[in-house]
């Protein structure tokens, strides 16, 4: 089955830690992405990698990490630096930027104790 | 500034009625319009894309405009179904890796 998976559904942090979601996918995309979704807003691009080695900024960077060390993985941590970090996170991925659809993951949702 | 504007109030029809949800923008010039549909709790799922020189595309009970002038996407869900209900959501790309979303329009669909 191809498709992109995230790890875990539910996560709940302490505040101080830093957690890190997990994304995998076996579509052999080479664009992949990290978005956060808070209720009545739009998606909102955290970083984005596209190509192995390399990742972008997106536009709500700050608290956040990100690696690229393999095609198929892209894990984020949300560090403490994060000072709201309860949210909907949803890692995509995609075979180019621009035109190309967008495959979601189920997404993890993140509760900052 | 840039915005992408969707009807924040839920769209309630009845089955069988026709949906139509409005997508407008300020401020951009996409080169791609697409539609992904939401469940509660779920990833996007990827609709129709449409790009800027087509003004009409189709799928199955699935229609979607697209007007630069207006700066407006239309998308229509003909013959609506109960399993129609989610959140569609309007997302633009001006050709590079970046994508803007909407915040999406919940549609419920009674029977």
């Known amino acids: 089955d191809g498709g992109i998976t995230q790890s875990p559904k539910y996560l709940f942090r302490k505040e101080g830690q830093n957690v890190t979601l997990s994304c995998e996918q076996n579509l052999n995309h080479d664009a992949m992405y990290w978005y956060r979704q808070d209720p009545g807003q739009g998606l909102r691009l955290i970083y984005y990698s596209q190509i192995v080695n390399d990742f972008q900024k997106g536009d709500i960077a700050e608290g956040y990490s990100v690696s690229r060390e393999k095609k198929e993985s892209f894990p984020l941590t949300v560090t403490s630096a994060q000072k709201n970090p309860t949210a909907f996170y949803l890692c995509?991925?995609?075979?180019?930027?621009?035109?190309?659809?967008?495959?979601f993951g189920p997404g993890t949702r993140l509760t900052v104790l | 500034s840039q915005k992408i504007e969707q009807n924040s109030e839920a769209l309630n029809i009845q089955e069988g009625k026709t949906a139509t949800l409005t997508c407008n923008y300020t401020?951009?010039?996409?080169?791609?319009l697409q539609w992904y549909r939401q469940d509660p709790g779920r990833g996007p799922v990827f609709l129709l894309l449409i790009r800027e020189n087509e003004k009409e595309k189709r799928k199955e009970r699935l229609k979607v405009t697209f007007d630069t002038t207006l700066k407006q996407s239309l998308f229509h869900i003909t013959a609506s179904q109960p399993a129609d209900s989610a959140t569609y959501l309007c997302a633009l790309n001006t050709g590079g890796f970046k994508t803007i979303f909407g915040a999406g329009t919940r549609l419920f669909v009674k029977a």
């Open positions: 401020n951009y010039s996409p080169a791609y």
């Open positions: 995509a991925s995609s075979g180019r930027g621009g035109a190309d659809t967008q495959y």
